[in-house]
């Protein structure tokens, strides 16, 4: 099944090109980050998504709506900067947006009480937002987002702002909300995107250059190298694992021995052979995992 289709998505401004082109199809229950270096367009195609932007050209459209619908009720929205009423308790707020969605005000009541149990904050109901701290303001933030049950989710860097605690707080509800929903968030933070993502799109002058599924991404980008620890006789192993074609080079650093590889798998499963029949004494062996920013670094600068 098919939440999104982009078309063609494409947005001017004068005569700067903030997106070109842009294809893409989003399915359900995903969790999809979009980054990019700064002025890449990752603002501008959510505020396409979200209505607030008019595409130059291309085509927005959703499940079974017709192209480029009004698709409000379908999606939820938290800004990058988002705007409240500090002289307003949290569930004010709340049922205020609930309101605005079309529910009635019991309707508005029972669903802010709902969400403010489930993200967390409900002790704090009838507190001023003035007084929330800024991961407290950023969970209510979602919270107003999906108090009409929406089947997307957008995020606008939501955590760009935050202290670690804030920061922790607001990525592990979207760990909890992608189970029920779909999430498109932007982050500078490749961190958090490696974290939470399930698929990852990656823009480099208004273009996507990159995109896909981590588990597959992280095997495409795959940084060949190995590293063993052993209790003793490193450079007896050293010499031994030189000797295989897989491997490209090996080295010794402090307590760890590095190797790198031609083909990562067959260096791993003729290491481990050798170090199964002679007993190597091992303590650690480490199969080492790209990074976001491995794949990051790698495509941009390319």
Known sequence: MTLLTITNLTKKFSNKLAVNNVNYTLTPQKCVALIG????GKTTILRMLTGLLKPSSGVIQFANKP???????????LP?????????????FLTFS??????????????ATFLMEKIGIANTKNKRIGNYSGGMKQRLGIAQAIIHRPKLLVLDEP??????????????LMEELKQQMTILFSTHILGDADEISD???????????????????????QTAKISIQCHENLPIYRDKISTLSSVRNVYIERDTIQITAHNIQNARQEILQIASK?????????LHRASLEDMFMKVVNE
């Open 37 to 40: 270096p700064n002025g890449a």
């Open 67 to 77: 192209k480029n619908d009004d698709a409000r009720s379908f999606i939820g929205y």
């Open 80 to 92: 990058q900067y988002p705007v409240f009423y500090n002289w307003m308790t949290g569930m004010e």
């Open 98 to 111: 609930g309101q605005l969605e079309g529910f009635t005000k019991q309707e508005s009541v029972k669903r």
């Open 159 to 172: 955590v760009s702002s935050l202290d670690p605690i804030g920061r922790r707080e607001v990525l592990s």
């Open 199 to 221: 698929e990852l799109l990656l823009l480099k002058k208004g273009e996507i250059i990159e995109s896909g599924e981590m588990h597959v991404l992280r095997q495409k980008y």
């Open 278 to 286: 002679e007993q190597w004494p091992l303590t650690n062996f480490t």
